[in-house]
Nanobody, 116 residues
Framework: QVQLVESGGGLVRPGGSLRLSCAVS????????IGWYRQAPGKQRELVAA???????NYADSVKGRFTISRDNAKNTVDLQMNSLKPEDTAVYYC????WGSGDYWGQGTQVTVSS
């Protein structure tokens, strides 16, 4: 059983920074991808950034150059460093692990609000 626990959300002013962290427990040996999604009010959940099992990194166009995803295999964490935040980055951010043959696992989500 895979469990994901996010932390690090909060309220920040435009132009500010936040760092989200996701603690991963359980077996992810058959991992297909791991990363972060977000869902703003009234909108569909969208990919923010993710690592694939092949080692590539994928970012949403709207966050390229501002957000950086990183992974610490020793600590079993995946982080999202968010810089130059904009009001349109306001959303609930979810950690996600996709496993071959077992589907997707999600964290409970953490709220990020960018407002002056």
């Amino acid at each position: 059983q895979v469990q994901l626990v996010e932390s690090g959300g909060g309220l920040v002013r435009p132009g500010g920074s936040l760092r989200l962290s996701c603690a991963v427990s359980g077996s992810i040996f058959s991992m297909r991808a791991i990363g972060w999604y977000r869902q703003a009010p009234g909108k569909q959940r969208e990919l923010v950034a993710a690592f694939s099992s092949a080692g590539s990194t994928n970012y949403a166009d709207s966050v390229k150059g501002r957000f950086t995803i990183s992974r610490d295999n020793a600590k079993n964490t995946v982080d999202l460093q968010m810089n130059s935040l904009k009001p349109e980055d306001t959303a609930v951010y979810y950690c996600n692990v996709a496993l071959w043959g077992s589907g997707d696992y999600w964290g409970q989500g953490t709220q990020v609000t960018v407002s002056s």
